[in-house]
């Protein structure tokens, strides 16, 4: 019985410079949707990390073992499990998007902060703030329109 | 104090930063998201000296930031890390090679004022 091989199959009937424009595509759609996991992690695990830290109350020492015993209230419990959902996100995303695509792209999450702020906890958001927003977001547009990775010599532009 | 937590928040952050985008760029590009795979890459990094020589700078970073979550508001807090992000873009430039153009200048230079406003 003949086993079918798919990336032979594919390197023998899609084209190379369409197979190109396919992973392009691919690699383009991939850092979009792990970009949205790193940002929702990073926006979640920070605010429960205040909200645990404001209650457990403030945390001045050199050694770590205070910040530990702080874990088990649940709050900041929820925060480091959504810190550490950001770390591991992040590192794949890192594995193939350069440091400077991601840095930018992923700070999408202040502003989102700020929103978030605004709406749901009423907090007073002034003009500079808003000014602010709009700032990250149009830094992160022209970002957006780089290519994620310039490394390896696999830059193509979109 | 806060002067000192900012400058600990910084400066291992970007280093760390660093590191980790070394690393995985070393271990190549994540195509298999199995829980199998997502062990192996587990295994793979605990062999991975660029990710190992970046937890301790991380480590320094992370506890950093909750001591200064704990002593100053969120809005202060997070923003202020910001102004790593133009070291960070160096760093990547010159370490990891990167080929920064000028529109990821200007954009990162714009998320870095942007996040810098949302703290005043």
């Known amino acids: 019985m003949h086993r079918i091989n798919a990336a032979k199959l594919e390197d023998e009937l899609i084209p190379p410079a369409e197979r190109r424009k396919w992973h392009t595509h691919l690699l383009i759609g991939k850092t979009a949707i792990v970009s949205l996991v790193v940002i929702g992690t990073n926006v979640v695990g920070n605010y429960a990390l205040k909200r645990g830290l404001a209650q457990v109350g403030a945390v001045e020492s050199w050694s770590p073992i205070p910040y530990i015993r702080s874990f088990a209230h649940p709050w900041v419990a929820i925060g480091v499990i959504f810190m550490f959902g950001w770390l591991t996100s992040r590192l794949s995303l890192l594995s193939w998007a350069d440091l400077t695509y991601v840095l930018p792209v992923t700070s999408f999450s202040y502003a989102i902060s700020a929103v978030i702020g605004a709406v749901y906890l009423n907090e007073k958001v002034s003009i500079l703030h808003w000014i602010g927003i709009s700032t990250i977001v149009l830094g992160i547009l022209l970002v957006v329109l780089t290519y994620p990775r310039t490394t390896n010599g696999s830059e193509t532009d979109k | ?120």
């Open chain 2, 1 to 120: 104090m806060i002067g000192l937590l900012v400058f600990l928040v910084v400066v291992p952050g970007a280093v760390g930063d660093l590191l980790n985008s070394a690393g995985m760029k070393r271990h190549g590009e994540i195509k298999d998201w199995s829980l199998m795979a997502l062990l192996r890459l587990c295994r793979d990094l605990l062999h991975n000296f660029y990710i190992l020589a970046s937890i301790p700078a991380m480590a320094i970073s992370f506890f950093a930031l909750m001591a200064l979550l704990s002593v100053s508001q969120l809005s202060f807090a997070v923003p202020i890390t910001a102004s790593s992000y133009i070291l960070e873009t160096l760093l990547a430039k010159y370490y990891l090679k990167e080929r920064v153009d000028w529109r990821r200048w200007v954009g990162t230079t714009l998320v870095a004022v942007g996040v810098a406003l949302l703290s005043i």
